[in-house]
């Protein structure tokens, strides 16, 4: 059961980013992707009151504690805009395993922060994901690095690292719907100085008339996706060793290339994946290394 349970993450994950890919392509190629940012935090803001109905006892927690997590709503978006902003120019299958080194940059912010200690396997795990990064993010050969997508998925995966240690730091508990509520608070108030920002106000006035339901339909499904991927991960945490779960996580990438080779196959016009020999080779060596080096960081 925790088995089931704990693929429901990568996988769900997996769909999410592919969801965000077509997302970019087909309503923001033209537009920000800040602009993306202002549907996620209506959905958020839209699914508060039924949050609070499944958990009542969300003023429960302390002022700073609930401060921390609106912070860390707040935090989050600053890291999907870059994320967002990186998959605008690259596939889907490249810029997942990217997500990884926000294992890296936990456990550095750990030691730094936290004073936690960091054995060999975690040295030689962050060695292997830094490695896998750096050969993804070659294009075309050796002389064509994509510093621009290194730097944004650098950014992104820092700011969700910090999120997790500030987390840490303050103890807060872990409670998922409290913890759900509140981070959907700070998504909604990133979104409200998103929209304070004239550009972005008329470029999402102007997308939401084009075409409201499509893109608020697809974003609260992806927004659901999310928290139904959050769910099975926690719940098997509780059956089963955590270390194990995370390492099942770190399968996220193998499911984001798998689903992208099937809609090039079958749904060409929801995705397309560059299949050639050398491209395969690089992206499967590439998160290869980069598991491993997630399972190496999380091994005791």
Same mark, same amino acid.
């Given at each position: 059961m925790w088995l089931l349970l704990a693929f429901l993450g990568p996988v769900s994950w997996a769909i999410s980013t592919h969801i965000d890919k077509y997302l970019v392509d087909r309503y923001f190629r033209d537009s920000d992707t800040a602009v993306l940012m202002l549907f996620t935090a209506l959905t958020g803001v839209a699914l508060l009151p039924i949050i609070w109905w499944i958990e009542p006892a969300i003023l429960k927690p302390a002022p700073g504690a609930i401060a921390v997590m609106t912070v860390s709503g707040i935090l989050y978006m600053g890291a999907m805009l870059f994320y967002l902003r990186a998959i605008q120019s690259e596939e889907a299958s490249v810029v997942a395993p990217l997500f990884q080194a926000s294992t890296l940059f936990t456990f550095l912010l750990g030691y730094l922060f936290?004073?936690? #200690?960091?054995? *060999?396997? %975690?040295?030689?795990?962050?060695?292997?994901?830094?490695?896998?990064?750096?050969?993804?993010?070659? %294009?075309?050969?050796? #002389? #064509? &690095?994509?510093?621009?997508?290194?730097?944004?998925?650098?950014?992104? *995966? &820092?700011?969700?690292a910090l999120s997790t240690v500030l987390f840490k730091f303050f103890a807060v508990r872990d409670d998922f719907w409290t913890t759900t509520f509140w981070t959907f608070v700070g998504e909604g108030l990133f979104g409200m100085a998103l929209l304070f920002r004239p550009s972005y106000r008329h470029q999402f006035v102007g997308l939401f008339r084009r075409s409201p339901g499509a893109v608020a339909g697809i974003n609260a499904a992806n927004e659901l996706i999310n928290l139904g991927a959050g769910l099975g991960v926690r719940y098997a945490a509780l059956l089963a060793p955590v270390a194990l779960v995370s390492a099942i996580s770190s399968t996220t990438t193998f499911f984001v290339f798998a689903i992208g080779i099937l809609l090039t196959f079958f749904f060409p016009n929801l995705g397309r994946e560059d299949l050639s020999t050398r491209n395969l080779v690089k992206k499967g060596l590439g998160a290869l290394l980069i598991a491993a080096g997630v399972v190496l960081i999380e091994t005791r």
């Open positions: 936290l004073h936690e #200690r960091l054995g *060999t396997s %975690q040295l030689l795990g962050g060695g292997l994901i830094v490695a896998g990064a750096l050969g993804l993010s070659f %294009q075309g050969g050796p #002389r #064509r &690095f994509n510093a621009k997508l290194v730097l944004l998925m650098l950014a992104a *995966t &820092f700011v969700l």
